[in-house]
């Protein structure tokens, strides 16, 4: 399968109604043999408008994780289960993720084959893992995706947003968020 395919696949995916509300698709990218992974939700405000993942106040936060275990984000692979941006932000029903996630997501999993795969938030966790649960009970653990080590986190979002709302909590998740991608690294160095 030709990796270049299913970006162009992405590009003009217009298969549900997610694609009316902003009209872009936002493709993943990254090193397409990377040893890690990463997989959140769907593109934010500025994801829309730069046309790319993680580049917004998240993937700020995500760089700068990565910076400071040593990682370049160029040496990673980073998407989303959904490629178009929800309608106010609003979570997708779990049915219309997986419906995108199932086109796309998964081919790409396929032809990337990482070691690891870091899921950001509940909704790639619940995808990729099939645990439904709070990620307080479910993140740092390792679960499967076939045969690939999965690990789920925070959302770089959430962090966003307690930083601000409660500095105190935040200084532990994004602890606790550094935890669980040193693991995945190591991991994937292992592997
Ligand atoms: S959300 Fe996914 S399935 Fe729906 S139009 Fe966008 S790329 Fe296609």
Same mark, same amino acid.
């Given at each position: 399968m030709l990796l270049e395919e299913i970006i162009k696949e992405i590009a003009i995916?217009? &298969?549900? #109604?997610?694609?009316?509300?902003?009209k872009i698709n936002v493709p993943p990218e990254g090193?397409?043999? &990377?040893r890690l992974m990463f997989v959140g939700r769907d593109p934010g405000r500025e994801e829309i408008e730069q046309g790319?993942?993680?580049?917004?106040q998240a993937g700020r936060k995500l760089d700068a994780l990565l910076k400071s275990l040593g990682? #370049?984000?160029?040496a990673v692979f980073i998407s989303n289960l959904v490629k178009c941006r929800p309608l106010n932000n609003i979570a997708p029903p779990f049915a219309r993720a997986k419906f995108c996630a199932d086109r796309f997501l998964k081919r790409e999993i396929e032809v990337v084959s990482p070691k690891v795969i870091v899921c950001l938030g509940a909704e790639a966790a619940r995808y990729l893992t099939g645990q439904v649960g709070v990620m307080s009970r479910i993140r740092g653990s390792v679960y499967k995706y076939g045969e690939i080590p999965v690990i789920p986190t925070w959302h770089p979002s959430y962090l966003v947003r307690l930083e601000k709302m409660d500095p105190e909590a935040y200084a532990d998740r994004a602890w606790e968020m550094y935890y669980d991608v040193e693991k995945a690294l190591n991991m994937a160095d292992e592997e």
């Open positions: 995916c217009r &298969a549900c #109604d997610i694609w009316e509300h902003y090193n397409w043999t &990377a790319r993942p993680f580049v917004g990682i #370049d984000r160029k």
